[in-house]
């Protein structure tokens, strides 16, 4: 199998779901780091026009939008398989990533781990509570949607692991880590049970922020 390539920063939680999705899939990578600074860069413009982690390279083949990497992943390295065979269970796992990109990212994960994790860690900003507050009444909608979509079952799409989890798992990891993960998940004991079942995935161990930072410095220093 040839190498994959990824273009990524670390912490990005979209670029972890690329590499615990290598991770699962056992398949061979490398990190090629890019600079928060250096995202409106000509020569990251023009592997992502929109400035934006991660890009895959492949061979020959580049792409971009973490969901189509996700599935291209998928696709090229079949097993083990982490798109259900089912129609419905399939449907399940693309309804819960439009729900992370669009309503769990998007004016929730966006606003609360940016001003609690991000800034506060990357940029030595103080959170802007008001923003954090003015929030939270659409949080709460997006983790009661996640309870009830999870369920009873070990993970989201059902008796097994799929590309909804892997990409589900870092953007709730980074909610764990604020002091909102209480407020939005004290009623919802399965969305807590789940994530530490992820977090204990050698994928994801392999994958913290930590880890990947480390990488990237031994790859700059390569």
Known sequence: MSEFLVHLTPGSPFARSVLATLEE?????????????????????????????????????RLYETQAILRYLDRIVPQPALTPADARRAARMDQLMNLNDWYLFQGVANVIAFQRVVGPRLMGRTPDEAAIAAVIPRARVVFDELAALLGAQPYFAGERLTLADLLL????????????????TGAHANLREW???????????ATSW?????????????
Do not use: I
């Open 195 to 205: 994530l530490q079942r992820m977090s204990l995935r050698p994928s994801m161990v």
């Open 25 to 61: 899939k056992s398949a061979p990578y490398r990190l090629a780091p890019v600079l928060p600074a250096t995202l409106r860069a000509p020569q990251h413009l023009g592997r992502h026009p929109f400035g934006r982690v991660p890009v895959l390279e492949h061979g020959d083949f």
């Open 169 to 184: 798992a870092p953007q709730l990891d980074f909610m764990q880590q604020t002091p909102e993960w209480e407020t939005l």
């Open 210 to 222: 930590t880890r990947v930072a480390a990488a990237c410095e031994a790859a700059n220093a390569a």
